[in-house]
């Protein structure tokens, strides 16, 4: 069984901190990595996507990708109130297959 | 405009009925999915569609049966219905098949089984 896991939390920064966010994955064959942002109630939003180890950023979003470590994570610079959420991380289970594997998600509370 | 719009978005019925819930995509994307969200919010596959082909079949009831009429549309129909259906059901799409396309997620059908 091809896994992804996170630590469920909750997270808890002060608001203008750098929230922290990590991802475990099993399959050494995969490929391709998701950061989605869930608030309460709605739908999973993607935030960010990863392909290749290192480092990409988008704003205040960083994505770290390692996989020799088989670790990916996602870096909130600047954490605002509005980024509480449950932040999921999501991997393609590889070998050509088609589907996405969610981790259980990450809930974030940024403290004003 | 929605991009993935699900309908209904609550759905509160009785155990044993059967029921239906639709999706359509407006973004001309090939591929559908649905997935079950329970309550612990573990997000699962459960059927994806290329292009009206059935790719993706997780280890579901057959009580559930996805149906695609076109690419834009991915509906579900759930037969007998069971306490243990209660969850979000959310229908995604991709631009293509494959694992390595970001999904883009309808508001969620909220099914609840008295």
């Known amino acids: 069984q091809k896994e992804v896991e996170q630590n469920s939390g909750p997270l808890s920064v002060p608001e203008g901190a750098i929230a922290s966010l990590n991802c475990t994955y099993s399959?050494?064959?995969?490929?391709?990595f998701f950061w989605y942002r869930q608030y309460s109630g709605k739908s999973p939003e993607l935030i960010m996507s990863i392909y290749s180890n290192g480092d990409k950023e988008d704003g205040r979003f960083t994505a770290q990708l390692n996989k020799a470590s088989q670790y990916v994570s996602l870096l909130i610079r600047d954490s605002q109130p509005s980024d509480s959420a449950t932040y999921l991380c999501?991997?393609?289970?590889?070998?050509?297959?088609?589907?996405?594997?969610f981790g259980k998600g990450t809930k974030l509370t940024v403290n004003p | 405009d929605t991009a993935v719009s699900q309908t209904p978005k609550y759905l509160v019925t009785q155990m044993g009925n059967d029921k239906s819930i639709k999706c359509e995509q407006n973004l001309g994307h090939d591929t559908m999915y649905w997935y079950k969200q329970d309550s612990k919010k573990f997000l699962k596959i459960m059927f994806s569609?290329?292009?009206?082909?059935?790719?993706i079949n997780e280890t579901v009831p057959n009580r559930f049966s996805p149906k695609s009429p076109d690419k834009a549309h991915l509906n579900l129909h759930i037969n007998s219905l069971e306490l243990g259906d209660s969850a979000v059901y959310f229908c995604a799409s991709s631009q293509m098949t494959g694992g390595n396309q970001p999904q883009h997620f309808g508001d969620g059908t909220r099914l609840s089984i008295l």
């Open positions: 999501a991997v393609n289970s590889g070998g050509g297959s088609e589907k996405l594997v």
């Open positions: 399959d050494r064959g995969s490929q391709s």
């Open positions: 569609y290329n292009n009206k082909e059935l790719i």
